[in-house]
């Protein structure tokens, strides 16, 4: 699979390096906020602080897809791109309503912290099987 | 969508990347349209005429159309 991104563009691989450097930054964020949230008794004020911190990757991901769409001169891929985004946003929906009815009952990570690293890695795989089927 | 790209690449001896560079899209692209899963738009197709030197009907059809 790492041969199909060779056969992409320097813009199309900054804009991948770029989601995946957001990716980290998400991940990062959603441990150590959560750490925070459940060591800390904290104000309402710093909840909502940290609650408009958490959506900052999301935010940044959206301009950055939507730049890298703008920008994208190759409309087979800017096709796949955005059936990648449908997919993955539909695995998100499907697990965000398994997890509601689960989490309660459970001590897993709320779903919602890591929603926005599932859908990109949901689209990501979505989007290298079809460039791998379409080699 | 039926088309003859493939036919028209092979008479100029042409690869699919060596299109692809000629049509500035990714070799995917290239190959999702020959092989009918990917209809360009007009300006691709439009590309693709000017650079075969022929006209948009001749390298697409309908396959409708082709069969009735």
């Known amino acids: ?135 | 969508m039926k088309n003859r790209l493939r036919v028209l690449r092979a008479e100029r001896n042409w690869s699919q990347a060596d299109l692809a560079q000629k049509l500035e899209v990714s070799r995917q692209s290239v190959n999702a349209i020959e092989t009918g899963k990917f209809d360009p738009s007009l300006p691709l197709a439009f590309r693709l005429a000017r650079l075969f030197e022929t006209s948009i009907e001749s390298i697409f059809s309908d396959e409708s159309e082709a069969n009735s």
């Open chain 1, 1 to 135: 699979m790492r041969s199909c991104r060779m056969h992409l563009s320097g813009y199309q691989r900054r804009s991948m390096r770029t989601i995946e450097i957001l990716m980290g930054i998400c991940i990062a964020l959603s441990i150590l906020l959560q750490a925070i949230l459940e060591r800390h008794s904290l104000s309402m004020v710093t909840r909502y602080g940290i609650a408009v911190l958490s959506i900052a990757p999301v935010i940044a991901t959206i301009t950055v897809v939507a730049r890298y769409l703008r920008g994208e001169k190759d409309e087979y891929l800017r096709n796949l791109v955005v059936e990648s985004m449908l997919w993955g946003l539909g695995f998100v929906l499907v697990a965000d309503t398994f997890f509601s009815y689960v989490q309660p009952y459970s001590s897993l990570i709320p779903f919602g912290n890591i929603s926005l690293d599932v859908f990109i890695v949901t689209a990501s795989i979505t989007l290298e099987v079809k460039l791998w089927r379409n080699r």
